[in-house]
C-alpha cells in the first residue's frame, strides 16, 4: 500500500520540531508498504497537491501536532489550518484520511468532525501500523486499538488502553 504521512505542525516558535515519529512509521510500515512523508513546514503547503497527485497515495495521515500556541495573552488556534489541509488534500484524492498525533488525541471525535477525515488514532503510532496493515489486508478495521470513526457511536473508538498509574 502507497502511504503519505504529512506533518500539518506549523508552529516555529520557540523553534521548529521535526516530525520525528515519522521516521519510526516509516520504519514500521517498509516494507511491506510504499512510504513518503511531507513536513509542511519544510515543504509548504503548495508542494503537497504535488505529492499527492505523483505519488497517488491509497492512505494519507496526518499529523496534528497541535491545536493551538499555548499563548495565554493571545491564543492562536490551528484548528482552521487543519481542516483547510485535509479538505485540499480531499480535493486531490479520493483516498482515505487518517488523523493522528499529539494535539488530534486531545479531541478526536471533534476534531474527526470538524476536519472531515475518514479515520483517526488516539495514542501511538503503532495503532496506525495495525490500521494500514488491516486496510490493506481488506480486513475490517472498526475494532482496532484507538481508531476513531465518523459517526460518535458507541464503537466510535476501539479498544483504548487506559493510562498508566502513578504510584503516589
Do not use: W
Not at 520540531?17 to 511531507?38: E, M, R, S
Not at 491545536?67 to 479520493?94: G, H, M
Amino acid at each position: 500500500m502507497r502511504v503519505l504521512l504529512v506533518s500539518a505542525n506549523r508552529v516555529v516558535a520557540p523553534m521548529p520540531a521535526y516530525p520525528l515519529a515519522f521516521d519510526h512509521l516509516q520504519v514500521a510500515l517498509c516494507p511491506p508498504h510504499d512510504v513518503v512523508t511531507h513536513d509542511v513546514l519544510a515543504d509548504g503547503e503548495d508542494a503537497l497537491v504535488e505529492v499527492v497527485r505523483n505519488f497517488a497515495p491509497e492512505l494519507i495521515g496526518v499529523s496534528i501536532r497541535n491545536i493551538d500556541d499555548n499563548d495565554a495573552t493571545e491564543c492562536q488556534s490551528f484548528v482552521a489550518d487543519a481542516r483547510r489541509l485535509v479538505r485540499t488534500i480531499k480535493s486531490q484524492s479520493p483516498v482515505p484520511v487518517v488523523l493522528g498525533g499529539a494535539g488530534y488525541s486531545l479531541f478526536p471525535r471533534e476534531l474527526l468532525e470538524t476536519c472531515g477525515a475518514d479515520f483517526g488514532i488516539v495514542g501511538d503510532g503503532e495503532q496506525f501500523v495495525e490500521l494500514v496493515d488491516a486496510l490493506d489486508r481488506g480486513l475490517d478495521v472498526r475494532d482496532l486499538a484507538g481508531l476513531v470513526t465518523p459517526g460518535g457511536g458507541p464503537r466510535s473508538v476501539g479498544r483504548v488502553a487506559p493510562p498508566p498509574r502513578v504510584a503516589s
